[in-house]
């Protein structure tokens, strides 16, 4: 313990004492010349009687202050108080000055505001709740999610053109192609063509649609917030 705080510890159980009428106000008075400090500065100070506020001495007057050992400053993701002067949190590590801060649990440098960890989805200063996590997707990638929904449309494509191809029950829009395509519709050769064809319109279209969805998405969370999810580790 610092010696300003073991002070004012023992200013209050003398206070205490005092108020309760077992020491008298000499003695109280006595007690507290003996509570003064010298800091590192070789600057005095010693604890108000009445208002338990710190005073310096300058000039032959107490002056009202804060010594610098008792300027904390509070760490904005744990909420530990850390000496004056402290550039990283001495508990969790986070940056105090600096727009950035570490993940408690998986130690990354993340830009603040984020409530919860983007690498790992801790929920940042609070302790996670019987074992949950909490992921919030802040943006969709527009590329991924273009490959994703254009691997299901070939897949989509492939089995609707090779029915077109193999059949003859639907004749639209067959009579907007080639002749030469109407007349290989209604057997394997058909069947394997249309596929093809089909898993290419489905791949553009699907995935179009994909990226037109996390584009959509993304202009969502960028006026409203990221969509959160709760996850568990087994």
């Known amino acids: 313990m610092s010696k300003f705080k073991e002070s004012r510890e023992k200013y209050l159980e003398l206070k205490k004492l005092y108020d309760e009428n077992k020491i008298g106000k000499d003695e109280f008075k006595k007690s507290l010349r003996e509570l003064v400090i010298k800091d590192s500065n070789g600057i005095l100070w010693s604890i108000g009687e009445k208002s338990g506020k710190w005073y310096y001495l300058e000039n032959n007057k107490w002056i009202e202050g804060v010594p610098e050992e008792l300027k904390m400053i509070e760490c904005s993701q744990c909420h530990f108080l850390n000496p004056s002067g402290a550039k990283i949190c001495g508990k969790c590590g986070n940056f105090l000055e600096k727009k950035e801060l570490r993940c408690?649990?998986?130690k990354s440098i993340i830009t603040s505001g984020y409530n919860y960890c983007p690498y790992c989805g801790y929920q940042i200063g609070k302790k996670e709740i019987s074992g949950l996590k909490k992921r919030e997707i802040i943006s969709l990638n527009l590329k991924s999610f273009f490959m994703f929904f254009g691997g299901i449309g070939i897949f989509l494509g492939i089995i609707f053109g090779a029915y077109y191809g193999v059949t003859q029950t639907y004749s639209f829009p067959i009579n907007k192609l080639p002749q030469a395509l109407q007349n290989i519709r209604g057997g394997l050769k058909g069947g394997m063509l249309f596929g093809v064809g089909g898993?290419?319109?489905?791949?553009?279209?699907?995935?179009?649609?994909?990226?037109?969805?996390?584009?959509l998405y993304n202009f969502v969370s960028f006026l409203f917030g990221g969509t959160v999810f709760i996850t568990k580790d087994y």
């Open 104 to 106: 408690p649990n998986c």
């Open 199 to 215: 898993a290419i319109f489905g791949f553009l279209v699907t995935g179009f649609i994909g990226w037109l969805f996390s584009l």
